[in-house]
Nanobody, 117 residues
Framework: QVQLVESGGGLVQPGGSLRLTCAAS????????MGWYRQAPGKQRELVAT???????NYSDSVKGRFTMSRDNAKNTVYLQMNSLKPEDTAVYYC???????????WGHGTQVTVSS
């Protein structure tokens, strides 16, 4: 019954910013990890950033220094602040929740981010 809902995507010009939100609901285990992934048409889904319930965020090299992931454990919500956006950031961004004890994974349906002039 776990559900993830992403929001905040849209159209932005190069150099602009967007803030994505992923809200998780249901029975969330205390030991878990949440992450952001993205997938462009014809390309493989790739990791953007991830964080455990008690750790610090880790970022892929392609976004490090431009994106910031934060987490509100009490609300089971994560955010992705995206700055200095580039056209190559265009993709559908997905949120994932992993229950570390069981290994179960849950995915949201994604939110479209388009960076274009």
């Amino acid at each position: 019954q776990v559900q993830l809902v992403e929001s905040g995507g849209g159209l932005v010009q190069p150099g602009g910013s967007l803030r994505l939100t992923c809200a998780a609901s249901g029975s969330i285990g205390s030991l878990n990890a949440m992450g952001w992934y993205r997938q462009a048409p014809g390309k493989q889904r790739e990791l953007v950033a991830t964080v455990t319930s008690g750790g610090s965020p880790n970022y892929s090299d392609s976004v490090k220094g431009r994106f910031t992931m934060s987490r509100d454990n009490a609300k089971n919500t994560v955010y992705l602040q995206m700055n200095s956006l580039k056209p190559e950031d265009t993709a559908v961004y997905y949120c994932k929740l992993t229950m570390l004890l069981s290994g179960r994974e849950y995915w949201g349906h994604g939110t479209q981010v388009t960076v274009s002039s």
